[in-house]
């Protein structure tokens, strides 16, 4: 009986190893590079889940992709969308900077683009 169980939790071991959280994004899976355009589609999801954990204020959502440009740092690169948001009262808070990796993986948001 004790063997039965150990080659049952050896045939099962695999499935845990190679279960993990990013199915969502096949990019970031395969490694595939995604271009300027789905850069601007994830911004967009991203600044619509910030609005809806409360990051953000709700007028953020009439906000419009202002830039969208590919920023080399050394040997890193990443993806930065600036969203522009005429409504907010702000100043120093109109743009917001979503910052992705070359392969779609969000990697933070602030109003300063740093």
């Excluded at 490694?31 to 954990?53: D, M, T």
């Excluded at 409360?54 to 590919?70: A, D, M, R, T, Y």
């Excluded at 808070?93 to 602030?110: P, Q, T, V």
Aim: aromatic letters at 12%.
């Amino acid at each position: 009986m004790k063997v039965i169980l150990i080659v049952c939790f050896l045939l099962l071991s695999p499935a845990y190893v190679f279960a993990h959280g990013t199915h969502e994004n096949p990019y970031l899976d395969f490694g595939i590079e995604i271009e300027k355009e789905q850069a601007k589609e994830f911004s967009s999801a991203i600044l619509n889940a910030l609005v809806e954990k409360e990051k953000i204020g709700e007028n953020w959502q009439s906000g419009k992709v202002e830039k969208i440009e590919k920023k080399e740092a050394g040997e890193t690169s990443e993806w930065i969308v600036t969203h522009y948001n005429k409504e907010e009262p702000d100043k120093s808070k109109k743009r917001l900077y979503i910052f992705l990796s070359l392969y779609g993986e969000y990697r933070g948001a602030n109003h300063t683009g740093k």
